[in-house]
């Protein structure tokens, strides 16, 4: 998330951030392939995906307008492993981390409007 906000270190295009994103939701299924993560691990991979999609609707918020699905595709899959996330295994913490996020997309809401449905 560091180097996405370094605008003069790495300019991306709104292709570049569209393929970023839609290869971020397997990262929250890696425990799902076999592999055991424990909550801390969970909490950071779950974190760090919160703070990429932070830093590119603060940096690149008009390349993410010309791709709404894979971001909307990334919140949802957010979303889904927040929701099967116990309190035993951290659900207070993912959910102020989300709630961050979604907050941060309340100023771009006339450009994403119609792709919030899916969230709701």
């Known amino acids: 998330?560091?180097?996405?906000?370094?605008?003069?270190?790495?300019?991306?295009?709104?292709?570049?951030?569209a393929m970023i994103?839609?290869?971020m939701?397997?990262?929250?299924?890696?425990?799902?392939?076999?592999?055991?993560?424990?909550?801390s691990d969970d909490f950071i991979i779950f974190k760090s995906c919160c703070s990429v999609i932070s830093a590119m609707v603060?940096?690149?918020p008009k390349q993410l307008y010309g791709c709404p699905p894979p971001l909307f595709n990334l919140l949802l899959v957010l979303l889904t492993h927040l929701l099967?996330?116990?309190?035993?295994t951290?659900?207070?913490?993912?959910?102020l981390e989300?709630?961050?996020?979604c907050e941060l997309l309340v100023p771009h809401k006339d450009v994403f409007r119609k792709h919030v449905v899916g969230l709701v």
């Open 1 to 17: 998330a560091a180097l996405i906000s370094r605008k003069e270190l790495l300019l991306l295009s709104g292709r570049e951030i």
């Open 21 to 23: 994103l839609c290869e």
């Open 25 to 39: 939701s397997q990262f929250l299924f890696i425990g799902g392939r076999g592999k055991e993560l424990d909550a």
């Open 58 to 60: 603060a940096h690149y």
């Open 84 to 88: 099967n996330t116990t309190p035993k």
């Open 90 to 95: 951290g659900l207070v913490p993912k959910a």
């Open 98 to 101: 989300y709630a961050r996020v």
